[in-house]
């Protein structure tokens, strides 16, 4: 049985046992006589014993409260003993049991965050986490600055101002780095705190020998140089974090538009002609509006140099300003600015070829004569697949690739008063090209369709290109010219056909659909409005015929003639049935009646 003794060690009271006391007593007896006569060797003891005061206080549970012999030997394993420090090294491989023994106290040992007090800007929060993180205090800094402008960042500094310790001992200054707490380390970092004391005041007494009576009158020279220099200090300070920061965005910046432009390639996130496209759909329309495959080949190879180089440019630059790295070399930033210069003028040369094969205007014409014998008119669109493909997205596009087929939506439909007694057609389709002959054959290679069946005259919403025909802006507008008293009925499918219509009482074309409308010698009049709007009657019915309901033989400019051919075809009819004249009597009859 062994007696238990009470000790204060560091401000704490242990219980422990003689053996452990007397093994304990031998060991700060070594360790005082080591550095008794030490510079800063009370300081170097005082930290030694609270190490091992708060290792003690580890070993102590409701189960144990007594030091015993294994642990105070267990302690000074930790520690160390003070032989091993020695500069002069007599025991035989005593290195190498002191580098296994700090490693296997490292392999136990944790990191403590505190607030590193010695080399903070406010409170050493940063420079703290910096430490626990094993990374920059610059980069903490920089968080809280984004903290900062991201409206909560003042908030969280303050609370691990208040909530994290600041390190104080010794000790603790070196868990919150993460070295081993042992004799050697505190020695080594209570030297180094009283090195830089002492170059504090042997720079200070330097000065003071330096300044004379008269040298101290002008003291406040001294103040406003001193002052400066802290300025000077401050400004590079944020010029240095603004720097990171520009870094940051710039590689943030490239990194969001390179993955922007795949995703836009992959999911079609290029908006053209009303479509989202992505990189097939992309190099389609690409392919349509370009000259040839030479043209189309200078053109990606010039997008993708224009995107590229500078991407990669901002990516380098943004890596220099965060890690201080080297500037490219003159041959990396030569192909660099070459890659950009050649990409735009690749990309000048493209757009002008572009531009050229879009320079002239040119027009083709057909008439199509309408039955003869029919005087009401039910107007609908061709309800097909394509029709079907177009709506499913609203006839936003206007342009799709349907079955190899590349088909457009630029059709449209304009009612007006024939000048003769027979109803017509007249289709106008419109072009551009490098000069006039080029946009009017541009203009025939489309396929458009409509046809008439008795009283129905049914129109495609579209027209399609030939797989080896370009992209000339190529637009279909039919005109129907019908004679007066002849009755339309324009079916609700047609809102998206009809076009600036003009008509009495000035209703718009999308309210004019799902009603009859017949030709008067004034215009379109409605017969079925609810709520029919004041007619506008013209001034000059001349004036507003030739306005609003051109002649056919005066409808283009003389400077237009030049490039518009027109042909005219005759749709063939067969003679009217007997049912149909029964139908034109009975209408005639119920017309009168009305």
């Not at 201080?324 to 600015?337: M, T």
């Not at 205007?361 to 039910?378: A, I, K, Q, V």
Request: with cysteine; hydrophobic share 40%.
């Amino acid at each position: 049985m062994n007696k238990t003794l009470n000790i204060n060690l560091a401000g704490f009271i242990f219980h422990i046992d003689e053996d452990a006391y007397q093994e304990l007593e031998g060991y700060l007896t070594k360790i005082k006589a080591q550095f008794v006569n030490t510079e800063g060797g009370e300081e170097i003891i005082q930290d030694i014993e609270s190490r091992i005061a708060e290792l003690f206080r580890l070993r102590i549970s409701e189960a144990k409260e007594v030091i015993n012999k294994e642990d105070v030997a267990e302690v000074i394993g930790i520690m160390g003993k003070p032989e091993d420090y020695l500069e002069a090294d007599d025991y035989e491989g005593a290195k190498q049991q002191k580098q296994e023994r700090e490693q296997a106290y490292f392999q136990r040992s944790s990191r403590i965050i505190y607030r590193d007090a010695d080399n903070r800007i406010i409170g050493g929060v940063a420079a703290g986490l910096a430490h626990y993180f094993k990374i920059d205090p610059l980069w903490v800094r920089l968080l809280f600055v984004a903290l900062f402008f991201a409206g909560f960042g003042t908030l969280v500094y303050i609370i691990l101002w208040i909530v994290v310790p600041k390190a104080n001992t010794t000790v603790e200054k070196l868990q919150m780095r993460g070295e081993r707490v042992n004799i050697s380390n505190i020695e080594k970092s209570i030297r180094e705190e009283m090195d830089a004391l002492g170059g504090k005041m042997r720079g200070f007494a330097a000065k003071a020998k330096a300044h004379d009576y008269q040298q101290y009158s002008q003291k406040t020279g001294g103040f406003f140089s001193d002052l400066g220099n802290f300025i000077g200090m401050a400004v590079r300070t944020i010029f240095k974090v603004l720097g990171k920061v520009i870094g940051f965005l710039l590689i943030l910046f490239a990194f969001v538009v390179l993955v922007g432009i795949i995703a836009g390639l992959l999911t079609g996130g290029f908006h053209v002609l009303g479509n989202n496209m992505g990189f097939w759909s992309l190099m389609d329309f690409l392919e349509l509006v370009t000259v040839d495959a030479l043209h189309f080949n200078s053109l990606a190879v010039g997008l993708l140099l224009i995107t590229i180089a500078p991407l990669f440019l901002f990516i380098y630059l943004g890596l220099r300003l965060l890690f201080d790295l080297e500037p490219l070399n003159k041959s990396a930033r030569n192909g660099i600015l070459i890659s950009i210069l050649a990409g735009f003028i690749i990309l000048i040369i493209a757009g002008s070829r572009i531009g050229i094969s879009l320079d002239s205007h040119g027009s083709y014409s057909e008439r199509f004569d309408l039955d003869p014998y029919t005087d009401t008119l039910h107007i609908e669109v061709n309800e097909d697949a394509v029709y079907q493909a177009f709506e499913a997205y609203n006839f936003n596009p206007h342009w799709m690739v349907i079955d190899e087929r590349n088909i457009f939506g630029d059709v449209d439909l304009t009612v007006y008063k024939s000048n003769d007694s027979n109803n017509f057609i007249l289709t106008e389709i419109h072009s551009r090209g490098n000069n006039r002959r080029e946009a009017r054959a541009f203009a025939k290679e489309l396929q458009y369709s409509f046809q008439q069946t008795d009283s129905l005259l049914e129109f495609d919403h579209y027209y399609t290109l030939d797989t080896d025909s370009r992209y000339r802006g190529q637009e279909v507008h039919h005109k129907l010219y019908i004679r007066v008293g002849t009755k339309i009925y324009l079916h609700e499918n047609t809102i998206d056909l009809i076009y600036d219509i003009k008509n009495i009482g000035n209703v718009w074309d999308h309210d004019m659909v799902n009603h009859w409308w017949e030709m008067t010698d004034k215009g379109l009049l409605c017969l079925d409005c609810l709520e029919q709007q004041e007619p506008v009657w013209p001034g000059d019915e001349e004036a507003d015929d030739a306005e609003n309901f051109p002649d056919t033989e005066q409808e283009e400019e003389p400077d237009e003639k030049e490039d518009m051919e027109f042909s005219t075809t005759s749709l063939q009819f067969s003679k009217p049935s007997l049912d149909h004249v029964a139908h034109l009597v009975l209408h005639k009859t119920v017309q009168a009646i009305l």
